[in-house]
């Protein structure tokens, strides 16, 4: 064989190793950069958790009674005031009337809608404990005492919203108060 011969065919030869080498390399760097998809015979499991509901607490709006001390509104008079029934939301419950006197209790603010909140001034000291209907009567229990009167319009304050908060329900005809177990008006000049 001739030397250009010879020459042709160690160039193919290094020409067929190094394009052996540059494959094994790209082959080894493909598979160490990406995990092919490893089939699966395995078929998906069904799952036996229940939805989760999304749905929101069922709600009912009921009246809390406030005093328009200005006497500027058209609501039912009552001692010095007018007394103003305010819409307010509770859970859905079989005994709404509880539901509205916890409402009237829980506020700590002393306007409601622009109406007075007698009750935020007392409620540090007269706490509600239960409410009954017994043949038209609501019977609603508090505890404690009747605290922060500042004059004789103060005086029937609370128990006119009490009332009158109770009186919103149609089977309520009648409400009678109880302090610590016994019967009250709730007003000092009455004791």
Not at 70 to 76: I, L, V
Not at 113 to 136: E, H, M, P, Q
Not at 141 to 152: F, P, R
């Amino acid at each position: 064989m001739g030397s250009n011969m010879r020459n042709l065919l160690l160039a193919i030869a290094a020409t067929a190793i190094i394009a052996a080498a540059g494959f094994i390399w790209y082959n080894s760097a493909w598979n160490n950069s990406v995990t092919p998809p490893v089939a699966t015979t395995t078929p998906p499991q069904a799952t036996t958790t229940p939805p989760v509901a999304t749905t929101t607490p069922a709600t009912a709006s009921v009246m809390i009674a406030v005093l328009d001390t200005a006497g500027n509104s058209n609501g039912k008079p009552r001692g010095c005031d007018k007394v103003i029934l305010v819409p307010r939301t509770v859970a859905t419950t079989t005994a709404p009337l509880t539901a509205a006197l916890q409402n009237l209790f829980a506020i700590s603010t002393t306007t409601v809608g622009g109406y007075f909140n007698f009750i935020a001034r007392t409620n540090s000291t007269l706490k509600f404990d239960r409410a009954t209907v017994v043949d038209g009567t609501a019977n609603i229990y508090l505890t404690g005492s009747l605290s922060n009167l500042a004059g004789v319009c103060d005086d029937p304050r609370a128990s006119i919203q009490i009332g009158e908060t109770a009186l919103q329900f149609g089977t309520v005809q009648s409400v009678q108060l109880y302090l610590n177990n016994a019967t009250t008006t709730l007003i000092p000049s009455q004791r």
